[in-house]
Structure formats: structure tokens, C-alpha cells
């Protein structure tokens, strides 16, 4: 079983930063098109960044030109830099591959980010 482990999360003020990392116990890690989650309180999960085994990325409107996602193939790592955070950030995030291999549906319990003042 695959274990994938997401942490960085905290509460921080709005316009700060922080870095979300997420590791897999795999050793393919590399191949898998990768993203990152996040789910507020009362809302559906909703990805918001993406990245493919070759490096491209893609970003949900919301966060285009604030997050950044990378990867560390050699750490089997994740990354999610967020830059001038929102309230509306806010959320539990998650990593997980686009095809839910890794996870098979156990999304565990992610990591708490609160942009609050």
C-alpha cells in the first residue's frame, strides 16, 4: 500500500506565504501526473493545481499567478508554493495523482491551511 503524506499546512495572515510538501512511499513516483486538492469547509473538493511526469503545469483560475506547484522526483515530493494567500484559501489540502492510483480513494486527512488575520 501506498502511503502519500501531505504537510506545511498552518494558519498564516492574509497575504503571507507558506509551502505545502506531500511524499510518497513509491518508487515510481516520477511517472504519475500529480496535484494538489483542497477542500473548504461545506464545499467539494476542488483541484487546484496540476503537474504532469514531464513538468507541465496547470492551475485553477483561483490561484493562477499565486501558487506554484513542483515536484521533486528524486524525494518522491510534492510541492505547493503559496504566495499572497486569501481567507478564501482556506482549506484542507490534499496531493494525490490524477488517477487516484495511489490513494484508491483514502484521501487521509490532508493538511489544515487557515488565511486568517
Known amino acids: 500500500q501506498v502511503h502519500v503524506v501531505e504537510s506545511g499546512g498552518t494558519l498564516v495572515q492574509p497575504g503571507g506565504s507558506l509551502r505545502l510538501s506531500c511524499v510518497a512511499s513509491?518508487?515510481?513516483?516520477?511517472?504519475?501526473?500529480m496535484g494538489w486538492y483542497r477542500q473548504a469547509s461545506g464545499k467539494q473538493r476542488e483541484l487546484v493545481a496540476t503537474i504532469t511526469s514531464g513538468g507541465t503545469t496547470n492551475y485553477a483560475d483561483s490561484v493562477k499567478g499565486r501558487f506554484t506547484i513542483s515536484r521533486d522526483n528524486a524525494k518522491n515530493t510534492l510541492y505547493l508554493q503559496m504566495n499572497s494567500l486569501k481567507p478564501e484559501d482556506t482549506a484542507v489540502y490534499y496531493c494525490?495523482?490524477?488517477?487516484?492510483?495511489?490513494?484508491?480513494?483514502?484521501w487521509g486527512q490532508g493538511t489544515q491551511v487557515t488565511v486568517s488575520s
Open positions: 494525490n495523482d490524477l488517477s487516484d492510483l495511489l490513494r484508491r480513494g483514502s
Open positions: 513509491t518508487s515510481i513516483f516520477s511517472i504519475y501526473s
